[in-house]
């Protein structure tokens, strides 16, 4: 099914990827004209009083130094750690249509990302549709491996279909950890660092893009929960 899907997809990307846009409320307008801003430079105030240290697998590497263009999947909770390490680089970020989605996609543009619209869910083809034009554009392409609505953890198609669509020869991993945050009572357990706290970012070996979907899959949420494992070592203390 998954292969038919992916022949579908490359069949119709000679055709515009368009999304539908319905018009935003004067409420909404407004908060789009504010809010994103704002949060960009929140993130910035923030994310300058950081300590980023990196812990790697054996034969991980460094992730954003890798030229684009690459393939790169982290859980939804690390994003806020995220848009404040990689900013200015130009990473695609798959980021839903809906309004909430449009707050993102503003914010993260002031932060120097390339937000791609679509859903790894609804409209699911668009979005790596535009992922894949991203990619042969040689952007450096990450997505939210569980988002954007869960389950917490639980790796979707998205990163592996993507990876399939363009001949992608791995697909990296990585999870950001921050040694003190506020932790958000929504699906993905949300982190917010707090001020002068030590984020540790977790890079796994790289996941070869198998002949087998399956196999691919499920090595990838093995890699992420590595990930998650290496950065939890180093605030845990030995028994």
């Known amino acids: 099914m998954l292969s038919l899907f992916l022949c579908d997809l490359r069949g119709s990307l000679s055709r515009p990827a368009k999304l539908i846009h319905v018009p935003f409320t004067r409420t909404q307008r407004l908060t789009l004209a504010i809010v994103p801003r704002l949060a960009a430079f929140l993130i910035r105030v923030l994310g300058a009083t950081l300590r980023y240290e990196d812990v790697f697998a054996p034969n991980g590497t460094l992730g954003h130094v890798i030229p684009g263009p690459v393939v790169y999947a982290f859980w939804h909770r690390s994003l806020l750690t995220c848009a404040h390490r990689f900013r200015n680089l130009g990473i695609a970020i798959l980021i839903s249509p809906s309004f909430d989605g449009e707050l993102i996609a503003r914010t993260v543009s002031h932060l120097g990302f390339f937000p791609v619209r679509g859903s790894s869910s609804r409209g699911g083809a668009l979005g790596l549709r535009n992922m894949q034009l991203a990619y042969q554009a040689g952007h450096r392409c990450a997505i939210t491996a569980d988002g954007p609505r869960g389950p917490a953890m639980i790796l979707k198609p998205g990163a592996v279909q993507l990876a399939r669509l363009v001949e992608a020869p791995w697909i990296g991993a990585f999870y950001a950890l921050p040694q003190r945050a506020w932790t958000l009572n929504?699906?993905?357990?949300?982190?917010?660092?707090?001020?002068?706290?030590?984020?540790?970012?977790?890079?796994?070996?790289?996941?070869?893009?198998?002949?087998?979907?399956?196999?691919?899959?499920?090595a990838l949420q093995t890699a992420l929960e590595q990930a998650v494992a290496l950065a939890d070592r180093r605030f845990t203390p030995p028994i």
């Open 186 to 218: 929504s699906w993905d357990r949300f982190l917010i660092p707090k001020p002068f706290s030590r984020v540790v970012f977790s890079w796994p070996a790289h996941t070869p893009n198998a002949a087998s979907l399956d196999q691919t899959q499920a």
